[in-house]
Structures are given as structure tokens and as C-alpha cells.
């Protein structure tokens, strides 16, 4: 059954307006890809969230009188929630509260299809969980082992928090095994020169890595279509390689998604150089980019080389004026070709402009792939018969 939901953000002292409304569409867009019917959005301006509710009272009150008169199941926030107001609120409005950690985290759980990625999406579920108990109204099991093992006087709280603690360990654990597994895995594909896709959700590195090698790979308009690194054997003219399709990063990524996707993301920092996909049709497209940049900073990698494809071309649009429109340029009169001389293809000496889906200038792509990559095989085994 779908869920009618409202989206709340909130709009601070220091934040752009139009920034906050990028920000709830693309809440929205995940509020949708997880299934529900989002049907009003709110914001409030404010100095800094209320400690114990984010809103102030009498936005807490317009947003009650809207839930009950319009029959709403879901409120989701764009900014984390602390369980002091996750429980105020919930207690306030008496329906289903959720932050834009747990919303993601949902998200990933439904796209997860490996044991790797389900493990993953697990542990992080229970580290977001666990400093949030204290808002449960229901706990996960009665009793741990049995007669003898619960501690006298122990409470509900305390009892569920160690299992929680347990089920961390293990799937730890479980994640150690796994990253053994898959560098060993590496270490077999080591005699390839191997690059890897990264970029923000949904800005088509699917679909890039499908027209380079020929796969199948999951390629959709949805948020995070893609969870497992997937890799495939790329041949260029007679020059073969390992091309990796990486997890899309998003605003506000959960740490705990971070921390718990690192062993899948190990291929982004044992890969030879990165492609950095940009959907150039998204408005926000600069602060995605920034986004990626400082998930690659975090996970050491931003000192690779790294090459800029800005895809899906096709779609996009811009506002063109009229000859006689002497009001300043902004970024919205800019089109492909003046965005071409403008600094986003300047960031990079390799710069390139495609429509994936259209395939334009996938050529120029293969060509340059080619060039790149030949180069690095040449040093380092300057006598393979391969390239003469």
C-alpha cells in the first residue's frame, strides 16, 4: 500500500532558499524511490534546529492540523534527528517519523541483492539504530541465551542495546571474511590495468559502463540502482581492461553507510585512475561534484587521477535570451557549448561532453580510453607483445 507522506526541511539562517528546494526535490526523489506518495512539503527558517522538536511550535502545529485533515502515514525530514526529537515527534503527531539517514538507509536495504551488499546495508541499519533505542516502543527479543544469562535487574533497554551490540560484532565479523575474500579477488585481476566509475547517484555510470563493455548492468532512472561494485572485462581496439561500476554517493550520505560500504569501495582506491560521471542535465550538478569530491576525500582517494565525463547532454536545457536582453547572464543562459568555455572544463585536462544513452562522442571516449590506458601498460610492462 502506498504511503502518503509530507516533506519537511528546514531552511537556516546561513542556507540559500533555492538551495533548501533542490534539496526537497531531491528528497522527494528518494521518498518516491522508496514507494511512497509524497503530497505537501514544509520548511521553516530558523537560526538552528530546537533541540527537542527541529521545528519551532507553531510550524509543529500548521504541519498536525495538514497530517489530520489529509490523511498522512509518513513526515520525513531532510536532516538527521536526534532520538530526543525523534520521540517528541513521533509522540506529537502519532505517526510514522522518519530522517533522511533512515529514509536512504530503507532504500539501500530494498536495492540490496548480494550477501555483501545485505550485510552491509545491515551493519549500517544497526549503527544508526543503536543511539536511537531510547525512542522504541517495542524491543527486538525478551531474553539473550536463555536461563541464567540476564543480569539482575537488567532493563528492556540495556538488554536490546547488547543484542544490537552482538549483531554489530558478528556482521563486523562476517564483513572481515568477505574483504578477505575479495582481495584476493583483486589480487587475481592485478595483471589489468583497472579503472573505476564513481559519481553522484543516478548520474549514469550504468549506463556509461553498459556501452564500453557490451553488459547488461542494471541501468535505470532511480536513486542508488546500483549497490554492489560490479566489475566487467572492457576490450578497446586490442587493449583489454577492468572497468568498475561503483556504488552512487548522494548529499548527506549516512557515516554509517560510509564506513559499512568501504570494503565494496576498496576497488575505487586499488584502481589505476577514476572516471568521474556528472549528470550535467541536473541543476545541482556543481554541488553533486563537490559531494563526490569530498566522499572520494574520505576515502583517500582524491589524489588519483581522475577524469570528467559530463553525461546526459541530451537532456540538458537552457533559458536563451533575447538580443535585447541586457540583464546579466546567469547560469541558466548558459548552454552546452558556452558551459564548454566556462570553468568546469578547466578542473581537468581531461574533460569530455557525452550523451551515454545517445551514444555522443562515445568514439572520442574509447579513443582517449585507449590512449590512457595503453600508456600505463607500456610502463608498467614495457615488453608485452600486447601492444606492438
Not at 352 to 361: E, G, P, V
Amino acid at each position: 500500500m502506498t504511503e502518503n507522506a509530507v516533506i519537511i526541511g528546514l531552511v537556516l539562517s546561513n542556507d540559500d532558499t533555492d538551495t533548501v528546494d533542490q534539496n526537497l526535490s531531491e528528497l522527494e526523489f528518494l521518498a518516491k524511490t522508496c514507494g511512497a506518495n509524497v503530497v505537501k512539503q514544509f520548511t521553516q527558517k530558523l537560526h538552528s534546529p530546537n533541540p527537542s522538536t527541529f521545528l519551532g511550535k507553531g510550524k509543529l502545529k500548521i504541519i498536525l492540523d495538514y497530517v489530520n485533515s489529509n490523511e498522512i502515514d509518513l513526515l520525513i525530514f531532510d536532516d538527521d534527528l536526534s532520538a530526543t526529537q525523534l520521540r517528541n515527534i513521533e509522540n506529537y503527531f502519532k505517526i510514522k517519523i522518519l530522517d533522511r539517514s533512515n529514509l536512504i538507509l530503507d532504500i539501500f536495504a530494498k536495492r540490496a541483492q548480494t550477501a555483501t551488499a545485505k550485510t552491509q546495508v545491515e551493519l549500517a541499519q544497526y549503527e544508526y539504530l543503536l543511539p536511537r533505542l531510547t525512542r522504541m516502543w517495542t524491543h527486538l527479543e525478551r531474553q539473550k541465551g536463555g536461563i541464567g544469562m540476564r543480569g539482575p535487574g537488567e532493563t528492556q533497554i540495556e538488554t536490546d542495546r547488547r543484542i544490537i551490540k552482538d549483531k554489530i560484532s558478528l556482521l563486523k565479523k562476517r564483513l572481515i571474511k568477505i574483504d578477505k575474500q575479495k582481495n584476493t579477488q583483486r589480487k587475481r585481476r592485478a595483471r589489468l590495468v583497472r579503472v573505476s566509475l564513481v559519481g553522484y547517484t543516478n548520474a549514469g555510470k550504468s549506463t556509461i559502463m553498459n556501452k564500453l563493455s557490451k553488459s547488461d548492468v542494471l541501468a535505470e532512472n532511480m536513486l542508488f540502482a546500483t549497490l554492489d561494485t560490479t566489475v566487467r572485462k572492457v576490450v578497446v581496439k586490442n587493449l583489454p581492461f577492468l572497468l568498475s561500476d561503483t556504488v552512487g554517493f548522494i548529499r548527506k550520505l549516512p557515516h554509517q553507510l560510509i564506513e559499512s560500504f568501504k570494503s565494496t569501495l576498496d576497488e575505487v582506491k586499488e584502481s589505476d585512475f577514476l572516471i568521474h560521471v556528472v549528470d550535467i542535465s541536473n541543476k545541482n550538478f556543481e554541488e553533486h561534484m563537490n559531494t563526490v569530491n569530498q566522499t572520494l576525500d574520505e576515502l583517500g582517494v582524491v589524489e588519483k587521477p581522475i577524469m570528467l565525463i559530463y553525461n546526459k547532454v541530451d537532456q540538458y536545457s537552457f533559458i536563451e535570451k533575447d538580443i535585447d536582453d541586457l540583464t546579466p547572464l546567469t547560469k541558466d543562459n548558459l548552454s552546452i557549448d558556452d558551459l564548454r568555455q566556462t570553468w568546469i572544463s578547466k578542473l581537468n585536462k581531461n574533460v569530455f561532453f557525452i550523451s551515454a544513452l545517445n551514444k555522443n562522442d562515445i568514439t572520442e571516449l574509447r579513443n582517449f580510453l585507449y590512449s590512457y590506458i595503453k600508456s600505463i601498460h607500456a610502463k608498467r610492462w614495457p615488453y608485452d607483445n600486447l601492444l606492438y
